[in-house]
């Protein structure tokens, strides 16, 4: 089983991993005013119980500023809060869409690939993890470790690990 003292630097997914997900018409959706936006309490109890001390970064896709549902200003204030809350070095966000075929989109690593070469990390030193397989395929792209982390929602990615608690990774 991974364990994070392994890792030198955690990027998380945020929607599903820091904070809960928003369930809209049976679909999962990402929280779109600072109302709806609520940290995972597992979250926060991983964080506190942490021994080792990496460094922590969130990689998100956030479709919903392109698709007009979410305001930047209102994911800025979610940020603002997980930054004051918790030790994260960076937030990088990708706003587009599916069809706008950037390379910041997660399954793509643009994000990943930013986050290491504006730190200078070492990629077996880097552990994502997720809660979905656009997550996993971004780190698998980025030669990252990644481990998925099975909810409700979801369902285990064949070939990668899995767990069904961050507490495990203690």
């Known amino acids: 089983m991974t364990k994070i003292k392994k890792y030198k630097n955690i990027i998380l997914d945020r929607d599903g991993v820091i904070n809960e997900v928003i369930i809209r ?11 709806e936006f609520k940290i995972r309490e597992e979250f ?61 989109r997660k399954p793509l690593p643009g994000m990943i690939d930013e986050i290491i070469k504006e730190f200078d990390l070492h990629g077996d030193e880097c552990l994502l993890i997720g809660d979905s397989h656009k997550d996993i395929l971004a780190a698998k792209a980025a030669n990252i470790d990644a481990v998925l982390l099975k909810t409700r929602y979801n369902r285990v990615f064949f070939g990668y690990p899995y767990i069904d608690s961050l507490i495990i990774l203690l």
């Open 25 to 35: 018409e049976n679909e999962v959706s990402s929280p779109r005013s600072l109302n």
């Open 44 to 104: 926060i109890e991983f964080i506190n119980k942490l021994k080792s001390n990496p460094d922590f970064f969130i990689v998100t896709n956030q479709p919903d500023i392109k698709r007009g549902f979410l305001e930047i200003e209102d994911l800025l204030s979610m940020h603002e809060l997980i930054l004051r809350s918790f030790p994260i070095k960076k937030i990088l966000y990708c706003p587009h869409d599916d069809d706008d075929k950037c390379s910041c």
